[in-house]
T-cell receptor, first 114, second 113 residues
Framework: DSGVTQTPKHLITATGQRVTLRCSPR?????VYWYQQSLDQGLQFLIQ???????AKGNILERFSAQQFPDLHSELNLSSLELGDSALYFC?????????????FGPGTRLLVL | GESVGLHLPTLSVQEGDNSIINCAYS??????FIWYKQESGKGPQFIID?????DKRQGQRVTVLLNKTVKHLSLQIAATQPGDSAVYFC????????????FGKGTTLSVSS
């Protein structure tokens, strides 16, 4: 158990809908990362937050947004969902969100868009 | 952009054998590398990491070797056990490019007893 928690574990929804994925980092970690894992693209970095502020952005679609709250939990919002958004979404956390820090991953949310 | 790739998508070994999983990266500015293990239905689990100022690091039954000249790293698992069966990912980070980890596609390790 990495100490990172994610809810829900599974999510089934329809195209055009909006969903929110939630992540709580390990105790003491200030930085949260979101990754998407699909069969064809592998694990891809989406976005990083540090202590409530966006720190880095990766291949995140404009339909997707995230935020980190004062209690350090984070939410990833996915809107106008398409079939191709079906994937595993992982949250990871690290202490400072700087380079050369281990990122610890949560168990993921499996999203299925029908 | 940077890419990280694994040499073999699958590796099958017998219990007790040593396993070697190889990985290549493209960005010579990569300076931090992590190996993760992912079991079915779970998130990536940290195994071992190595910084670019090292060429070898050992953990419990695992060793990571880094060859910066040819931009290659490997994960060696000693006395492989059935519980080691999983998908293994290498990830690279170039500090100049931020903190995002660039992941390879993964090698599926199957251990038969």
């Amino acid at each position: 158990d990495s100490g990172v928690t994610q809810t829900p574990k599974h999510l089934i929804t329809a195209t055009g809908q909006r969903v929110t994925l939630r992540c709580s980092p390990r105790s003491g970690d200030l930085s949260v990362y979101w990754y998407q894992q699909s069969l064809d693209q592998g694990l891809q970095f989406l976005i990083q937050y540090y202590n409530g502020e966006e720190r880095a952005k990766g291949n995140i679609l404009e339909r997707f947004s995230a935020q980190q709250f004062p209690d350090l939990h984070s939410e990833l919002n996915l809107s106008s969902l398409e079939l191709g958004d079906s994937a595993l979404y992982f949250c990871a956390s690290s202490v400072e969100g700087l380079g050369e820090e281990t990122q610890y991953f949560g168990p993921g949310t499996r999203l299925l868009v029908l | 952009g940077e890419s990280v790739g694994l040499h073999l998508p699958t590796l099958s070994v017998q219990e007790g054998d040593n396993s070697i999983i190889n990985c290549a990266y493209s960005n010579s500015a990569s300076d931090y590398f992590i190996w993760y293990k992912q079991e079915s239905g779970k998130g990536p689990q940290f195994i071992i990491d190595i910084r670019s100022n090292m060429d070898k690091r050992q953990g419990q039954r695992v060793t990571v070797l880094l060859n910066k000249t040819v931009k290659h790293l490997s994960l060696q698992i000693a006395a492989t056990q059935p519980g080691d069966s999983a998908v293994y990912f290498c990830a690279a980070q170039a500090n100049q490019a931020g903190t995002a980890l660039i992941f390879g596609k993964g090698t599926t390790l199957s251990v038969s007893s």
